[in-house]
């Protein structure tokens, strides 16, 4: 009875998810199959190649046969205090994580402007759990490059092919 009961369960549960519209996300579909990526961005640019080569893009090596070219202009992290205790000890930090960039299809003449990508994260502080906090930090840290890169790919995803 326990058997047949757990497989009309689960025979249930996998009818609901296939009627629902579920479906596991597709990699991305770009309009360009290779891309050269230039810029001296340390931190996103390692993340970013892997990705795109995840996603069927190539990533070259130089600007000779890519389809699209994407400048990484700059990155920067900032962390500002966001608020105070009553005895002037910091409370709260927000972090910042942006990333400018601009890209150019190979037959283009011109650059597309600048564009940037931010990510905010705010978090609590405390002296007493300061290891604690550091950690916390550095995974917020790289929760946002990961956003960026999420955001960066989707906006190479919606770039449409010259005519």
Request: one cysteine or more; aromatic letters at 8%.
């Amino acid at each position: 009875m326990k058997i047949q009961l757990r497989t009309l369960f689960f025979m249930f549960l996998i009818i609901s998810l296939a009627s629902c519209g579920f479906h596991m996300r597709d990699a991305e579909d770009f309009s360009f199959s290779s891309i050269f990526i230039q810029g001296n961005t340390l931190v996103i640019s390692k993340n970013l190649k892997k990705t795109l080569n995840t996603n069927g893009v190539k990533v070259l090596d130089s600007s000779e046969n890519a389809e699209l070219l994407l400048e990484m202009v700059g990155e920067e992290s900032e962390k500002r205090i966001l608020s105070l205790a009553g005895a002037g000890t910091v409370n709260e930090f927000e972090l910042f994580y942006r990333v400018h960039y601009r890209t150019k299809a190979a037959e283009a003449p011109l650059w597309s402007q600048v564009q940037t990508v931010e990510a905010r994260r705010d978090f609590s502080y405390s002296d007493a759990n300061l290891l604690a906090k550091q950690d916390e930090e550095k995974h917020l840290n790289e929760n946002m490059q990961s956003d960026v890169i999420s955001s960066l790919m989707r906006r190479l995803a919606a770039l449409k092919k010259p005519n």
